[in-house]
T-cell receptor, first 117, second 113 residues
Framework: DTGVSQNPRHKITKRGQNVTFRCDPI?????LYWYRQTLGQGPEFLTY????????KSRLLSDRFSAERPKGSFSTLEIQRTEQGDSAMYLC???????????????FGEGSRLTVL | DQQVKQNSPSLSVQEGRISILNCDYT??????FLWYKKYPAEGPTFLIS?????DKNEDGRFTVFLNKSAKHLSLHIVPSQPGDSAVYFC????????????FGKGTKLTVNP
């Protein structure tokens, strides 16, 4: 399978604990995105990487959230001191773009569902 | 502030008939509009898009119409098939430097055999 891979698929944690999600994008894709989706809502943008550089962060990404893409390949999203409001599906997406307009076509993974008790 | 709105949470149609999913937006700076389809336990998958300089784009059974003056777009599926049953998200993006794709809340389409 050469699609976007996310792990773990489901994480249950207690409030106050730290969690980390991993995303492996499609191998040749230079852009990687994290989105969050809560029940009844559409995906909401969190952050974006071009290669290893984090170029954009949403104000939704509080200081408890940190994302990295150390070698421009896989990415991690860590949430520290989780709160019940962090319960959501965390979606990773990737794309390949070298110049030209951003048409918004992304390849999404299946997501990592976080449940904070 | 919901910049992309899908006012119908659900839609049910008969197999073979037309499905019309609607979307409204408020930001006139959007340059591209997209539809994504999502099955349960899967991530969204890109379906079709349209540039703001066009008013129609067709791909097989799927056609997207854009009415810029009304800030409205729609997705037509003809003929509808049971396998089209999914949640459809309308999304939009501008070229103003942000990579943020803005999604609506989605419309759950059910195609009955």
């Amino acid at each position: 399978d050469t699609g976007v891979s996310q792990n773990p698929r489901h994480k249950i944690t207690k409030r106050g604990q730290n969690v980390t999600f991993r995303c492996d994008p499609i191998s040749e894709h230079n852009r990687l995105y994290w989105y969050r989706q809560t029940l009844g809502q559409g995906p909401e943008f969190l952050t974006y990487f071009q290669n290893e550089a984090q170029l954009e962060k949403s104000r939704l990404l509080s200081d408890r959230f940190s994302a990295e893409r150390p070698k421009g390949s896989f990415s991690t999203l860590e949430i520290q001191r989780t709160e019940q409001g962090d319960s959501a599906m965390y979606l990773c997406a990737s794309s390949l773009r070298r110049g030209g307009p951003n048409t918004g076509e992304l390849f999404f993974g299946e997501g990592s569902r976080l449940t904070v008790l | 502030d919901q910049q992309v709105k899908q006012n119908s949470p659900s839609l049910s149609v008969q197999e073979g008939r037309i499905s019309i999913l609607n979307c409204d937006y408020t930001n006139s700076m959007f340059d591209y509009f997209l539809w994504y389809k999502k099955y349960p336990a899967e991530g969204p998958t890109f379906l079709i898009s349209i540039s703001s300089i066009k008013d129609k784009n067709e791909d097989g059974r799927f056609t997207v119409f854009l009415n810029k003056s009304a800030k409205h777009l729609s997705l037509h599926i003809v003929p509808s098939q049971p396998g089209d049953s999914a949640v459809y998200f309308c999304a939009a993006i501008s070229q103003g430097g942000s990579e943020k794709l803005v999604f609506g809340k989605g419309t759950k389409l059910t195609v009955n055999p």
